[in-house]
């Protein structure tokens, strides 16, 4: 009986470790999946804007296809109003969450796509393009940019004012055969279709004039009140897919995307498919914080730095272009209940919550409820995010709910923004 005893309780101890160890990895290998998809989007940050001068504009919007929406009660989610919505001309930007309280934070990545990008052209070729336009006026639809620019028909474009401050719109091509290329229309749908480059089956591709009316285009991105552009300014190209991503933590536990300027997708077979708008995408389970910092160049204003180089609140249009990093971490957690906590200890017992270099993550048990910037949506107990807070590790709670008796992993990264950088220099 004695042997016996001694095997199981030896087995039990070796089930244990084994459970705890394959739990730790599992953690490790689920953040890093995680933190390498949310840093190749953020690589990709800026490219077709990331030298611009109006870094930091309002962009007036407008979605034929989108329906009235509020925004996020972090802001990341961009309010809808008859079709209109707006951002920021930015490459990145941290929405939400409590810095000093460690609360998930939401982040919004924009940048351009390039499927006609040609090394010979300036439209999309390069990190950060931009283009004059001149001879518009507040009644013409049209914009001389003064060059063939590859700008097809179906890209998207932002057309920056020279105004002060500066306007910023996005605007859909919709006849790029004016003036041997120099010269682009962008009508809005009560002006009739067009062909679209990427989606429309023309032989020749969107032959002009056009007759396969079966396959054209209605505008939708064209604001039909939008009362027109100044003389000058200039033109970035996105091309026909732009993103605006905007990642969160949902649910309290799973790192996630959503476009918020969708467009459409293409499938092997060429079907087309509009994107629903702000559709989230699920990257990796078991991911529970998210924290983000702005970077800021060694050559940057001192009013820039003068709270810190690495900061989370926004920085001003002036400075968006002194914006050369992101510092991002992840906290991913196990799914294994440990028996003893998970957690190191101070000197008077307590958990210590694992920190990442901008400080401590925000610790909450497991089945409170959270809002994507990060507060505290419904709990069962007061305070609100934590009901274990007066347990020791003499004293240690043993509820499944108790942050402390799981294993986590902190995964952190700087991130370049290469296309801000090779447009400031």
């Known amino acids: 009986m004695v042997t016996f005893l001694i095997m199981f309780q030896m087995f039990d101890s070796w089930d244990k470790n084994r459970r705890s160890t394959s739990a730790g ?83 919004a990545t924009l940048y351009g796509s390039s499927e006609a990008s040609q090394a010979t052209r300036f439209a999309a070729t390069a990190a950060a393009g931009a283009q004059p336009y001149t001879d518009a006026t507040t009644t013409s639809t049209q914009m001389d940019v003064g060059a063939l620019g590859n700008i097809q028909q179906g890209d998207l474009v932002i057309m920056a004012q020279e105004t002060t401050p500066y306007l910023c719109d996005l605007m859909e091509v919709t006849n790029n055969g004016l003036a041997g290329g120099r010269i682009f229309e962008h009508k ?69 995307f959503a476009n918020d300027l969708p467009t459409y997708t293409v499938s092997s077979a060429g079907v087309v498919t509009a994107e629903a708008v702000n559709e989230f995408t699920d990257v990796a389970d078991n991911i529970i914080n998210l924290q983000a910092q702005y970077v800021f160049s060694s050559t940057a204003p001192a009013a820039c730095t003068a709270s810190a180089t690495w900061r989370t609140d926004t920085p001003s249009a002036a400075c968006q272009g002194s914006v050369w990093a ?56 007061t305070p609100a995010r934590d009901c274990f807070t007066t347990t020791t590790l003499a004293t240690q709670s043993k509820d499944p709910k108790d942050w402390r008796h799981y294993r986590y992993r902190v995964l952190e990264s700087i991130v370049p923004l290469k296309n801000v950088m090779w447009g400031s220099r």
């Open 188 to 256: 809005d749908s009560t002006q009739g279709d067009y062909c679209h480059f990427y989606t429309d089956t023309h032989t020749p591709p969107c032959a002009l004039p056009n007759t396969n009316l079966s396959t054209n285009t209605t505008p939708r991105f064209n604001n039909p009140g939008f009362a027109g552009p100044t003389p000058t300014g200039r033109i970035y190209v996105l091309g026909p897919r732009p993103q605006r991503r905007v990642w969160q933590i949902r649910n309290g536990r799973t790192l996630a």
């Open 326 to 381: 992101v510092r991002i971490a992840l906290l991913a957690r196990s799914d294994q209940f440990e028996k003893t906590w998970g957690v190191p200890v101070d000197a008077t017992g307590f958990a210590v919550a694992p920190r990442w270099s901008g400080g401590s993550f925000g610790m909450s048990n497991l089945n409170t409820v959270l809002n994507a910037d990060g507060s505290v949506s419904s709990s069962d107990c």
């Open 25 to 107: 990895g599992g953690a490790a290998v689920t953040g890093a999946l995680a933190l390498f998809r949310l840093e190749r989007d953020l690589r990709l940050a800026g490219f077709g804007f990331g030298n611009a001068v109006e870094l930091g504009c309002t962009v007036n919007a407008y979605d034929a296809t989108r329906a009235n929406e509020a925004a996020s009660s972090s802001g990341a989610v961009s309010a809808t109003s008859t079709h209109a919505f707006s951002f920021p001309l930015v490459p990145f930007q941290i929405y939400g969450g409590t810095a000093a309280a460690g609360s998930p934070q939401q982040i």
